[in-house]
T-cell receptor, first 119, second 114 residues
Framework: DAGVTQSPTHLIKTRGQHVTLRCSPI?????VSWYQQVLGQGPQFIFQ???????GRGNFPDRFSARQFPNYSSELNVNALLLGDSALYLC??????????????????FGAGSRLTVL | AQTVTQSQPEMSVQEAETVTLSCTYD???????LFWYKQPPSRQMILVIR??????QNATENRFSVNFQKAAKSFSLKISDSQLGDTAMYFC???????????FGQGTRLTINP
């Protein structure tokens, strides 16, 4: 089975531009989360989506938005890019549901990330 | 809000040695989960081990085991018979029950030397 896939793997943008990052979850996983990992730090939670609805949002400005599609894939959009947006963006999927299926349903499986550089 | 602290930015041991990585956390929640993730240079975050807070027994996965002290809010990872492939960044993470948000520590860079 394919794991969590993310695209693109690397990209370079300039300040003020817009970027779209894509994520395909593991087959059967309906929950997708996004994290930002700045160099030398731990990942920071940005969003969680489940059944196409936003279920959680971290402390990020409105320039960050996301959505989930009927096939459970997801996009993360960042507008008006700043130098400080340079980071590794990680997507994770899980079996999480409104009703906990099992304790293992909370385990997040991560993709390899999209490395964004803003010049 | 929950916080996770890893006080060892870097550690280095010889192959086959045992190494322990430290993690403390702060929360007012009673039901939660704790995780150790490994991030090698390939960037992919890989789950190493998971602990449910309601379980008193410490989790083990082959060479990896944890020392979970709920009252002290401590969650250390022990790697036995360390291997070169264990070289990576290790992150401790917290998740409260019913949520999907992971709160990560700052990470510990572990190097296994031949």
């Amino acid at each position: 089975d394919a794991g969590v896939t993310q695209s693109p793997t690397h990209l370079i943008k300039t300040r003020g531009q817009h970027v779209t990052l894509r994520c395909s979850p593991i087959s059967g996983h309906k929950s997708v989360s996004w994290y930002q990992q700045v160099l030398g730090q731990g990942p920071q939670f940005i969003f969680q989506y489940y059944e196409k609805e936003e279920r959680g949002r971290g402390n990020f400005p409105d320039r960050f938005s996301a959505r989930q599609f009927p096939n459970y894939s997801s996009e993360l959009n960042v507008n008006a890019l700043l130098l400080g947006d340079s980071a590794l963006y990680l997507c994770a999927s899980s079996l999480w549901a409104d009703r906990l299926i099992s304790s293992g349903a909370n385990v997040l499986t991560f993709g390899a990330g999209s490395r964004l550089t803003v010049l | 809000a929950q916080t996770v602290t890893q006080s060892q930015p870097e550690m280095s041991v010889q192959e086959a040695e045992t190494v322990t990585l430290s993690c403390t956390y702060d929360t007012s929640e009673n039901n939660y989960y704790l995780f150790w993730y490994k991030q090698p240079p390939s960037r992919q975050m890989i789950l190493v081990i998971r602990q449910e807070a309601y379980k008193q027994q410490n989790a083990t996965e082959n060479r990896f085991s944890v020392n979970f002290q709920k009252a002290a809010k401590s969650f250390s990872l022990k790697i036995s018979d360390s291997q070169l492939g264990d070289t990576a960044m290790y992150f401790c993470a917290f998740m409260k029950q019913g949520a999907q948000k992971l709160v990560f520590g700052q990470g510990t860079r572990l190097t296994i030397n031949p």
